[in-house]
């Protein structure tokens, strides 16, 4: 029908009257192929004369009736029909338009009579079809109202269309833009699949011309309605004021708290008077609670919030009959190399620090003793109410076990103690819990020249000790091992004696003479002359020879031998010397000792009243 009308209106503008013109009938049934081969010639060289109204006429209805194909402009066609694949589309131009069912799966709705945006995309496929497009339709309008929207401020709806790296995309007039998580909402997003589908309000905040990139935000529209808010919020704020808020968000450091549009902190140590290693243990997620206001800066942007406050202080609960030297059931809550927090009560602390869980001297870590969890009890030590300090101690539930040490550890008597630790200087060994004593380097051993203690022993040995010294009151012990033995040196006096004749091989040459191992304690010193053999040659290394003793030192463990006061007279008459000397030196050595012996037992009996 549209195109009958059209063949219609050509003709009646020709000036074509079918009753006085013989060619009428065939024009009017086919006026296209008339225009087709319409004389323009003959009309412009007037050789086919028209009336100029007429003319008129028709260039008139050419105008308001038919689209220029040519321009590249959107233009709205009405649906005229609808079939499996396409709908054809009346745009007033000499044939009807085909567009793809594709380009309208956004409006599952499209019927027969709407009107829809177009833009000529092919003026006449292969078999004459003008081919129209809807899509590009849409992206160019779309464009246009996006640039508005930006322009001017305007508050767009847009369809969420699914999430993507770093946000979700949104469908605005066709396009697809780019919505941030951080533009979500004010409050973080936990969940953004539940936006996905929702169709919202935005504000184009961007576009990115050369990338058609276009940024939306929905945040931006709420922060405008919370401005309001939070300015009347904040012109209220008074230290101490009480606020119900929302728990925005949990960190490990503290809580945020939405009082209303404005952002208060609540930090970790304000959530409870007890210990806790985490905020999550107090509160959760969009739980509303009231808070108190501590502390805010002067353009009050950061605002301090306290819980506990709103709770009495536990010290004032605290039992008041509670005093020094009771004893108390707590928790470990902390473990620090000096201690261990122990809460009492809730909210309720006490320190026991490291030297008040042993007795021992030999300080460890805290750690060696509890662990966090432990239930433990203690005594307290000092309790101070005003200051909300207690320090408590384990060791005092525990005999001290320096109350019998003179009793149990005797001087002179034998024990067997673990080694703990290591001096330049000794060794403290540990005879029982709380009992340690140190052994100078120098009662190590009998025989050994020892520089460092790591050297005879090791950490955790087992070691048999004999008290040497005992002092009470600064509590301390000094042991000794090679006392545990006898000095073998004492036998050595005698079968090592200044005169004395052992044979044994040169161990080696060193300057200024030699030294021979007599056995696995006794080396001596050879000097370089008496290495002189009779036949007059030296003494070479593992050379086996007779050596006498020339000289004895007990005290530095100094021994010298002589080959040749073997074979040598003049030698040997030296050593007669020596022996002698060391006779007379023994002889009042002996008579010293006795003397001392005799004046010890008149000062005894004098204290004991004897004459």
């Not at 140190?438 to 022993?457: M, V």
Request: aromatic share 6%; net charge negative.
């Amino acid at each position: 029908m549209a195109e009958e009308n059209k063949n219609k209106e050509v003709q009646e503008v020709a000036g074509m009257d079918t009753a006085s013109q013989p060619e009428a009938v065939e024009q009017q049934q086919n006026p296209e192929q008339f225009l087709k081969e319409f004389n323009w010639h003959n009309y412009e060289e007037g050789i086919d004369p028209i009336d100029d109204q007429k003319l008129e006429e028709f260039e008139k209805l050419v105008a308001e009736n038919f689209v220029d194909t040519l321009d590249d402009e959107v233009t709205t066609g009405k649906v005229i029909n609808i079939t499996d694949r396409d709908a054809i589309i009346d745009i007033n131009a000499k044939s009807e338009g085909v567009i793809s069912l594709n380009e309208f799966r956004y409006n599952p709705d499209l019927k027969v009579g709407d009107e829809v945006e177009v833009l000529i995309d092919v003026r006449e496929d292969a078999t004459g079809q003008l081919i129209l497009s809807h899509r590009k339709a849409r992206v160019i309008m779309a464009w246009d109202r996006v640039n508005k929207a930006h322009d001017e401020g305007l508050i767009v709806n847009g369809y969420v269309k699914c999430r993507t790296k770093g946000g979700m995309i949104v469908d605005v007039f066709g396009i697809e833009a780019f919505l941030p998580g951080s533009q979500i909402d004010v409050k973080p997003i936990r969940d953004y699949d539940a936006y996905v589908g929702k169709t919202m309000e935005f504000k184009v905040v961007k576009i990115n011309h050369e990338f058609k990139n276009v940024v939306v935000s929905h945040k931006a529209l709420i922060e405008a309605d919370i401005e309001e808010q939070k300015k009347e919020i904040i012109g209220q704020l008074e230290k101490g004021q009480v606020l119900e808020g929302t728990v925005k968000n949990i960190t490990s450091y503290g809580v945020f708290v939405d009082l209303g549009g404005v952002d208060g902190l609540i930090h970790i140590t304000d959530l409870s008077w007890s210990r806790i290693n985490h905020p999550n243990e107090i509160v959760e997620l969009d739980q509303k609670l009231n808070v108190v206001i501590l502390d805010f800066d002067e353009a009050k942007t950061r605002i301090q919030l306290g819980l506990k406050q709103l709770s009495k202080h536990p010290w004032e609960a605290l039992d008041e009959n509670l005093k020094v030297g009771d004893k108390v059931k707590g928790k470990v809550v902390v473990i620090a190399d000096y201690g261990a927090f122990i809460e009492v009560a809730e909210g309720v602390e006490g320190l026991i620090h490291v030297s008040e869980m042993s007795w021992s001297t030999h300080l460890r870590s805290a750690q060696d003793f509890v662990n966090v969890g432990d239930e433990v009890e203690a005594q307290i030590l000092t309790l101070d109410r005003e200051d909300r300090k207690m320090s408590l101690g384990i060791k005092q539930l525990t005999p001290d076990p320096w109350t019998d040490i003179t009793s149990k550890y005797p001087v002179g008597s034998r024990h067997t103690g673990i080694v703990r630790n290591f001096t330049n200087f000794g060794v403290f060994v540990e005879l029982e819990e709380g009992i340690d004593g140190l052994i100078y380097i120098s009662d190590l051993s009998w025989t050994k020249k020892i520089k460092h203690p790591s050297e005879f022993t090791n950490v955790g040995d087992k070691l048999d000790v004999v008290v040497l010294e005992l002092d009470v009151e600064g509590r301390k012990l000094s042991l000794g091992h090679k006392q545990t033995e006898a000095n073998p040196w004492d036998k050595y006096e005698t079968e090592f004696a200044v005169g004395t004749t052992h044979t044994a091989a040169v161990t080696e040459i060193v300057d200024k003479g030699a030294t021979v191992d007599f056995n696995e304690d006794i080396t001596a010193f050879v000097p370089q002359r008496h290495l002189e053999k009779e036949d007059g040659s030296k003494l070479k290394q593992g050379e086996t020879a007779e050596f006498q003793i020339i000289e004895f030192n007990k005290e530095f463990k100094r021994v010298v031998a002589s080959h040749t006061a073997i074979h040598k007279e003049e030698e040997q008459q030296i050593v007669k010397q020596a022996q002698k000397k060391a006779a007379q030196q023994q002889a009042q050595n002996s008579t010293t000792m006795g003397d001392v012996n005799a004046e010890l037992q008149a000062l005894k009996d004098k204290m004991e009243g004897k004459k």
